[in-house]
């Protein structure tokens, strides 16, 4: 019995593993971090201290040094030039996105969430389409667009940047994997039992259930249209109608006649990313929750 049970010497000892210094591993992390922020921040900053120059003051000093302080000066310059067509560009530009970020959003809901639930012959097949859609650039598109709104008499028009907007391959491919993650199966045929309509099912549970995911798809949605430049550069010749990317652009243009221009186009370009930093702080518990669902799948 005592042999049986006594088993000393009858293994290697188990190797004994250096001891790890808590905190040594991850400095070099935080270093790389360091640097990656402040690469990615450092046209902000030169962003922000230039706005506050005056005109004389951005081509004498140095970039990324600031001078006296002119952003209130720059600012009412900003918001009086032309009539206040800089505000109108920034009303187009919240037009442009807010509205077509949501009814693309929806759109991709609904696709994504029939994609999904319901199984019919070809589903694949339309889905792998609609995947091939994200692949293709926006400016391989704009072309054939201007060809078919022009075909309509409808180039200079808000219809003709707004429509294109409300299209988003990547929202239903998004919306689709959300819908799969998010909605069981059984809670459906439970809804169905009790007497919902598809309609009701979808608006009274499927969007409940898929909100942090399409409040993801929203803020793709309204940056990628707040920052789209070239459909809006072919559709519209009216500056009325221009967003602010392309209003900025055609003061950029100006800048060898009227240099004053380069400091307003420097300030509208900072007061621009103000709206895409308040929806990122407003949505970003959704965002972030939404981000977290999806990489699961």
Known sequence: MTLLTRTEGAHAPAPVRPRRIPGLSTVPVFVFMALVAGYMLLPVYWLLVSATKSQSDLVSTPGLLPADWHLGENLGSLFAQQDGVYARWLVNSLAYAGAGAAVGTLLAAMAGY??????????????????GG???????????LFLLFAEAD???????????????????YLSRIFATASIPEEVIEAAR????????????IALRMMSPALVTVFLF????????????????????LYPVTLGLFTW????????????LTL???????VPIVITFLLLQRYWRAGLAAGAVK
């Not at 300030?267 to 990313?273: R, Y």
């Open 252 to 263: 950029q243009s100006q800048t060898s006649r009227m240099p004053e221009l380069q400091t």
């Open 134 to 144: 994200v692949l293709v650039p926006a400016t391989a598109l704009a072309l054939p």
């Open 267 to 273: 300030v509208g370009a900072l007061v621009s990313v």
């Open 114 to 131: 029939a994609l999904a639930v319901y199984r019919f012959k070809g589903r694949e097949a339309v889905f792998s389409v609609i995947l």
């Open 193 to 204: 039992i009790d007497g919902a309509g598809e309609w009701r099912i979808f608006r009274s």
């Open 221 to 240: 949605q309204f940056v990628v249209i707040w920052n789209n430049f070239l459909l809006p550069l072919i559709m519209l010749q009216d500056e009325r």
């Open 154 to 172: 409808a180039t200079n028009t808000f219809w003709s940047v707004f429509l294109p907007s409300v299209v988003s391959p990547f929202g239903v």
